[in-house]
């Protein structure tokens, strides 16, 4: 089944409650919350209060990624501020704490995932693989919304997809950046069953259309 998760970077910070809300009519699976440090990414978004305060009035559970430096010190409480997918990236830390950080999730009773950059190998998802509840792969370069979908990401999430169906099968791989109704199609294809969409998610004018389109 595939599932969709609006990034609400994208949405109207004003009205993000009604933002929020309209998303499970929609037809979303997952609100996806983007948190920045302006240190692990240029630029700066949100954090651990903001998550809580979704939290509160979200009825979708929230994949949250973190675009951070050695996210395994934060882990905790983006667990107790309601994340139900927490995913950090491979390249934020050295690879003792990227495991501490997943098994930390895991022990808070939170879905655990990893992420990778695009210039970041397919391979170095391989040692988290077994521990992973999810796997995301950018299709842009994290930090903004707005940018242009890397198809040159494909082969590495067609090589991922194949080593979750050997090794890890209920491991969900999503993909993130510059997903719409073209792109989306590609990603599935090459074995994406979650779609993050910031951008075209909250510029459609029918976002259940989007939404249906997206899981066509
Ligand atoms: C980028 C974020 C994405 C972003 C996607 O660093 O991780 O989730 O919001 O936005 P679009 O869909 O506009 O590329
Ligand atoms: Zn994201």
Known sequence: ???????????????LERDIRALGPAGADYVHVDVMDGHF???????????????????????VHLMISRPVRYV????KAGADILTVHVESDIPANIRA????????????????????????????????DL?????????FGGQSFMADMMPK??????WIDEKNPSCELEVDGGVNEKTA???????????????AWFKSPDPAAFNRALKA
């Open 101 to 132: 950080a997943l098994e930390k999730t895991k022990a808070l009773g939170v879905r655990a995932a990893v992420s990778v950059k695009p210039d970041t190998r397919a391979e170095a998802v391989l040692p988290y693989l077994e521990l992973c």
């Open 1 to 15: 089944m595939i599932k969709t998760a609006p990034s609400i970077l994208s949405a109207d910070f004003v009205n």
């Open 76 to 79: 905790e409480e983006f667990c």
């Open 41 to 63: 990414v240029p630029n700066i978004s949100l954090g651990i209060p903001v998550t809580a305060a979704i939290k509160k009035i979200s009825p979708l559970p929230l994949d």
């Open 157 to 162: 999430l067609r090589t991922i997809r194949g």
């Open 185 to 199: 199609q590609l990603c599935k294809e090459n074995g994406a069953n979650v779609l993050v969409a910031g951008s």
């Open 135 to 143: 796997i995301l792969v950018m299709t842009v370069e994290p930090g």
